[in-house]
């Protein structure tokens, strides 16, 4: 898997491949297709445990499959059900995470994820912003649903370059970038390439001095940064506790031990949902017809875990993170793509020839994702809680076997 996408080539194509399967006349008994799903589940190029590459490839608490039996089997629940049902669940679990991210009284809604969740903020800076040819301003490692929403809703995506090393932007840049047509800007905490914090306080300062929305992508941070804090972590401001932040967003399909595709969007301000038109079943989001067990499933999940056991789980994750950075960093030739950071990390080496490491990884059957960035074949790990200490010892000499193999 290739996860350098802020590095392909913007005309990139990708067209799906058709499958000509017909509708069974006759329906095939369940066991049968069961069988069958179990087998094509079985026949993925690595297991669930020996899983680093995909973003969100992790377990969920134990307790959203329960309740995803409830709202199924017993009480078939759908997302725009009643205030004090279902929706309360949602209000009180955007609650829990307004509390999380720096402004308890931050009004919100539950989204798929990412990609919505930074659509909701596109939406929101070009109709409060009112510009013609708006423009929206983004360090180029922001992840790619900026530009879809930008190609949807008809803005002008500017993006700011970063260090070929750090993988940082310079604020100075990002501010020369702002135009009379500017309606916002956003940046990463921390970007999902190799897990680097970008200058969110530097946004939000620049942001607060402009007058301009600021929106920050915490994808992958918000579920895990807060607690980092708490076990001793130095973790900068990088939520709504700055007042240049207009809206954040962050995935409980990452680090939230929550089923996908759950996401949150918070913003600072209720009257900023006002340039937002809505009807009935579709507020705020981009689908209509929503399951009620995800806003169910995070309230529960949030509730059962509660603080200590997310505490508990950035501890476990980070852990693990340690022992797969220790082992390969300490193969001759290998080294960091970027400061290790959070749970996501990328490698890579001016000696080894890491493609082949990949294949061999891959033929062993463990996932993790390849690419090149600004010429630097890397290896990228996203590490998951629901990993386990042996996972990540294994992985480790599978890795030291894999560049023997590949130096042989
Ligand atoms: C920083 C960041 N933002 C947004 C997304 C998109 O999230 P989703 O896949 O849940 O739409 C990702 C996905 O990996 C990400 O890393």
């Not at 079985?42 to 669930?48: A, E, F, P, V």
């Not at 070009?126 to 180029?140: H, L, M, Q, S, T």
């Not at 310079?170 to 680097?196: H, K, Y």
Request: aromatic residues 8%.
């Amino acid at each position: 898997m290739v996860a350098a996408e802020f590095d392909l080539p913007a005309s990139h194509i990708d067209v799906p491949p058709v499958a000509i399967a017909a509708l069974p006349t006759r329906g095939i008994a369940e066991a049968e297709v069961l069988a069958e799903v179990k087998d094509r589940f079985g026949r993925n190029d690595y297991g669930h445990d020996r899983n680093f590459a995909i973003s969100y490839s992790g377990m969920p608490a134990a307790i959203t499959r329960k309740v995803e039996e409830l709202a199924v089997g017993e009480f078939f629940v759908e997302w725009a059900d009643s205030e004090t049902g279902t929706l309360s669940m949602e209000r009180e679990a955007v609650g829990m995470m307004a509390g999380l991210l720096g402004k308890p009284d931050a009004p919100g809604f539950i989204t798929t994820g990412g990609t919505e969740s930074n659509l909701a903020a596109l939406r929101l800076a070009r109709n409060n912003g009112k510009r013609d040819a708006p423009e929206f301003i983004v360090p180029v490692t922001i992840h790619f649903s900026f530009r879809l929403g930008a190609e949807l809703m008809g803005i002008h995506l500017v993006e700011v370059d970063v260090d070929d090393h750090t993988l940082q932007p310079d604020i100075a840049d990002v501010e020369r970038a702002i135009t009379p047509r500017t309606v916002g800007l956003a940046c990463s905490a921390p970007a999902g390439s190799f897990g680097t914090m970008e200058p969110v306080e530097a946004f939000a300062d620049l942001a607060w001095r402009k007058g301009l929305y600021f929106h920050v992508d915490a994808a992958f941070g918000g579920f895990i940064l807060p607690f980092m804090r708490e076990l001793g972590y130095d973790v900068p401001p990088f939520d709504l506790s700055l007042p240049g932040v207009s809206s954040i967003s962050t995935d409980g399909h990452k680090l939230g031990l929550l089923p996908i595709s759950t996401g949150f969007f918070l913003a600072r301000d209720a009257e900023l949902f006002e340039a937002i038109p809505t009807e009935r079943t579709l507020i705020h989001t981009t689908s209509s017809t929503k399951p009620g067990s995800r806003a169910a499933a995070a309230w529960a999940a949030l509730r059962n875990l509660g603080w200590e056991g997310y505490l508990q789980s950035t501890r476990h994750v980070l852990a693990l993170r340690d022992t797969i950075v220790d082992g390969v960093t300490a193969i001759p030739g290998m080294s960091l793509a970027a400061p290790k950071f959070i749970s996501v990390v990328g490698f890579v080496s001016s000696s080894i020839d890491l493609e082949r490491v990949h294949e061999n990884l891959l033929k062993a059957g463990w996932g993790h994702s390849y690419g090149v960035l600004r010429g630097r074949p890397f290896i990228r790990l996203s590490i998951h809680p629901s990993r386990t200490a042996e996972g990540a010892r294994g992985f480790v000499e599978a890795f030291e076997a894999a560049v023997a193999r590949a130096q042989s």
